[in-house]
């Protein structure tokens, strides 16, 4: 076998993830990078000294309605049924029910729910006031006028993984024709030698900034275990005061995530900049005029034929976990019906 029949993937998050195993079960041979030192990318979870399994970069919980995903995803893990809840802690100490449902907004009062709840997470999130956001990114954020307390209302799927998120990708990577490489950062000399590359690295990165940067918003994530059974009245808890966390989550409280009889750990985020916080970018900056998404289809049109940009930061958009795969077996797919054209008697490694 050539080395040239390879594919590469940079990036063990799922959408990397996704398309080295659909490929592998294909008959690609497969090496699949990360400059991390674990899989899973965002999604990483581990169990700690306590026997509490912290999600490392903040909550992750899986809820979809499309039930391809779910189906694919099903082959690696089994699920424990979950619906999320969240509470916001009022200045006075009252716990109140978000997104803001009907006995939230009496609690609240209507015309204060824009000055409790968004004017002070506009300012942490974003980094900006309320009047300079997207009208998009508002518009995402539910008001209800029922008692409905879960914050992810109607998504027929909602679960998560029984073992943890790192447990699945092991079970998605753990196949013959993939390689996997940890503490490997891509370096472009290397491309020459696969048929192909699919790429969650940051595009703008890629390449050298040329164009300039494609800014984003990142977390500080603060775990800390605290000698007490449990704190929260909910899994996460959001902040409505001017202090620089958003939201602090108690593992504790979501299925199969540890019994420790005196003990908890929680993990408090707080926004920043992706300068501050060593490059680690989450969620891509929406400015109102839209260059930046601009900028993005510009270095979209650079791509050369042999690459693949996907992913968060390779489509320089959020994903949900459901998106991101749904995303990644549309790419697999393409690729693999490209190949098949490519070789109309049949393919081999
Ligand atoms: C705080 C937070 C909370 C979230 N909560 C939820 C949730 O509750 N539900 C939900 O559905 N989704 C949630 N998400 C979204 C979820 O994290 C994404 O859908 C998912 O991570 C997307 O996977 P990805 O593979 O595209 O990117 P990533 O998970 O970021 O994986 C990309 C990988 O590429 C690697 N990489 C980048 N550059 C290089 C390079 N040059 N060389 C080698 N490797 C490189 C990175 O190290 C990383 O591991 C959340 C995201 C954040 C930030």
Not at 177 to 193: M, P, R, S, T
Request: hydrophobic share 35%; glycine share 6%.
């Amino acid at each position: 076998m050539s080395q040239s029949s390879k594919t590469l993937i940079v990036g063990c998050g799922f959408s990397g993830a996704v398309i080295a195993r659909t490929l592998a079960e294909h008959g690609r041979v497969v090496h699949i990078i990360d400059q991390r030192n674990h899989i899973g990318g965002n999604a990483h979870d581990f169990v700690n000294e306590h026997g509490i399994r912290v999600h490392q970069y903040g909550p992750h919980l899986f809820h979809t309605s499309n039930d391809k995903v779910v189906q694919w995803l099903s082959a690696f893990t089994d699920w424990l049924p979950y619906q999320h809840r969240v509470k916001a802690l009022l200045s006075d100490g009252r716990y109140v029910t978000l997104p803001v449902n009907k006995e939230t907004a009496e609690i609240v009062g209507c015309d204060r729910i824009i000055d409790v709840f968004f004017r002070p997470y506009t300012r942490k999130m974003w980094g900006v006031e309320l009047e300079q956001l997207d009208p998009a990114i508002l518009q995402r954020v539910p008001v209800r006028d029922d008692l409905n307390e879960f914050y992810f209302p109607n998504d027929t799927f909602q679960a998560m993984p029984k073992d943890g998120y790192t447990a699945m990708f092991q079970r998605m990577l753990d196949h013959p024709n993939i390689q996997l490489q940890l503490n490997k950062a891509f370096d472009k000399a290397v491309e020459g030698q696969y048929s192909h590359v699919f790429n969650s690295m940051p595009i703008d990165q890629y390449f050298d900034y040329c164009l300039g940067e494609l800014p984003y918003r990142s977390v500080k994530f603060h775990h800390h275990t605290l000698p007490m059974p449990s704190i929260l009245p909910a899994a996460t808890v959001n902040f409505t005061h001017d202090q620089p966390y958003t939201r602090v989550t108690e593992w504790k409280k979501l299925p199969g995530h540890g019994e420790h009889p005196s003990h908890t750990t929680l993990t408090f985020e707080e926004p920043c900049d992706y300068k501050d916080n060593h490059m680690e970018r989450y969620y891509p900056v929406k400015d109102l005029q839209g260059i930046n998404l601009q900028r993005y289809q510009q270095y979209r049109d650079m791509v050369p034929a042999h690459m693949t940009f996907i992913g968060r930061c390779g489509l320089y958009a959020y994903l949900d976990m459901h998106q991101a795969i749904s995303s990644a077996l549309a790419a697999a797919d393409n690729h693999l019906k490209g190949f098949a054209k490519a070789m109309p008697f049949g393919c081999c490694n």
